[in-house]
């Protein structure tokens, strides 16, 4: 089978689009198809990916609300793309205006809709959330599910990665979707990777010694993860008690700035800086007490899998892809967006004994990871493509 992933949000210095991207070029030959990722580039270039894997791009502008990334612009030219790439099945893996395009070529392939964002909860949940319930606000935004149900008459699956996001979609009238959670690299991330001597380098850089109990954020610095909430509910949560906060991530030196100015304030924060090699991750990952995650807007929160393929507990907000990942009895939800909330799910965290709670998280830490999760998406995929296709093929 040759899928085609018009991947709107693929670049080469991508945080978890990268990833999960570049696991599936490896995943696909394995289980024997060919995997063609068709993106938004710098210029037109075809290039090469292992066995039975190609990174197409056509040169397109770059995206202005984040210049890291690029935006189909040309409807003609990608159609003329998938024609000549005659894909056995096409795949959109956002549902912004490519999804859309996507829908409307005229082939015969079927498709597949990928949510790998949620707009409604990065934005307008989070925007008005404070004054207006969510089922007020998608009155509000009903323009925007009207768009996402021609979507999915336009799709044959629309494919979710948490049962929170699927049941917001089948409430808001979408008719095909189906739930496939996606999961970790495998053979990296392991509790057994944790490092005394890490631990003790992170919680100097807060201030503290290896008494204390260290928290752990990674993820992008950008307006929907609430890292600033996180910061200040950290050092709030600090006051009288030895906790602290290791932040890591990269983005807009507004946002960083913002942040090393908060971290500055009474209160044991230190902030980092992005972390690409994988295994220098995981080892930080298994090296601390828990993940605190802010963003409530996740379809599956990569970062919150990983931490619990590390043996972390998880401190989330109680909606979206974070929660989804929550062991009971390892880690605390809180109300999302509340900074209050956050504090006290910080302080309780560290009151009921952190060394029982993460022993607990190590004993599930054996959690579903990304080849298995390629695995049950190409079976769906393979479903909807007419038997005599998949014989021409083979």
Known sequence: MRIVDVCAFYAPRGGGVKTYVERKLRAAPALGHEMIILAPGETDSVTEIGRGGRLVTIAAPKFPLDRNYRWFDDERRLHAALDELQPDLVEASSPWSSAAMVGRWQGAAPRALVMHC?????????????????????KGFDRFWRHLRALDQSFDVVVSASGGLSDR??????????????????????????????????????????????????????AEKRWPMVVRAAAEASRGRNIGLMLIGNGSDR????????????????????????????????????LVHGCEAETFCMVASEARASGLPLIVPDRGGAHDQRLQGAGLAYKSGDERALANAIRIFADRGVELQRHRAIAAADVRTMDQHFAALFARYEALVPAERLLVAA
């Open 118 to 138: 949620d707009p409604l909860a990065a934005y307008a949940y989070r925007w008005f959330g404070r004054v207006a319930s969510v089922a007020t606000i998608d």
């Open 169 to 222: 979609l089948t409430t808001g009238g979408l008719n095909k979707v189906a739930t496939i959670p996606m999961g970790v690299e495998p053979g990296i991330f392991s509790p057994a990777l944790r490092s005394a001597e890490l631990r003790r380098e992170m919680l100097a850089r807060c201030g503290l010694g290896e008494d204390a109990t260290l928290l752990l954020g990674v993820g992008r610095f950008a």
């Open 255 to 290: 946002m960083r700035a913002k942040l090393e100015k908060i971290a500055a304030r009474p209160g044991h924060v230190a902030i980092g800086g992005p972390l690409s090699d994988r295994a220098e991750l995981a080892a930080v990952l298994a090296s601390g007490d828990a």
